[in-house]
């Protein structure tokens, strides 16, 4: 298990309970060190500072008892944004139909980095629509993936933000 995986299992139940879903936990630095915690709203409303002055106060209290991180580090709680991190498997199927950029570990057919319309899943794999085709790229190989700022996910976004406000 690695330290930002450990760090998740330990803060993920809290921030459920404050009503919000655990987007992703990442640690940067090496001299000045960086917790970045996203979440959004379970109920999908927007996010606002409120919400992450909420997550910051259970999250530090939580890891000032358990310790995870040797070294002094910064908080910072954020939302995911519009051009969004792709970090689980669903979310590839949650937004089908949008442009992504994914950057692979290894190589598929020498290539690492595919940018193209999500066609969704199939079994453990991310579907693509590339400039070459369809590519089924393993879910388990991909190094980062987030989507790509377009008019249409903007529109969507807008509407999703009107609806969930009422």
Known sequence: ?????????????????????????LLSGQRRKKLQIM????????????????????????LDVEDPIDDAYVLEVSSPGID????????????KG???????????????????????????????????GEVRLPYADIQKSKLLMTDELIQAHMKAEAEAEG
């Open 84 to 95: 969004r991190p792709l970090v689980k498997l669903v979310d590839f199927d949650r937004f």
């Open 39 to 62: 979440a959004e709203p379970l109920d999908g409303s927007a996010m606002n500072v409120d919400h992450c002055a909420d997550i910051s106060r259970a999250v530090s209290a939580l």
């Open 1 to 25: 298990m690695t330290l930002e995986q450990r760090i998740a299992e330990i803060i993920g139940p809290a921030i459920e309970d404050l009503g919000f879903e655990l987007v992703r936990v």
């Open 98 to 132: 949008f442009d992504a950029r994914v950057e692979m570990h290894t190589g598929i057919d020498g290539r690492r980095r595919f940018s193209g319309r999500l066609l969704g899943i199939a079994d453990d794999h991310v579907l693509m629509d590339v400039e070459e």
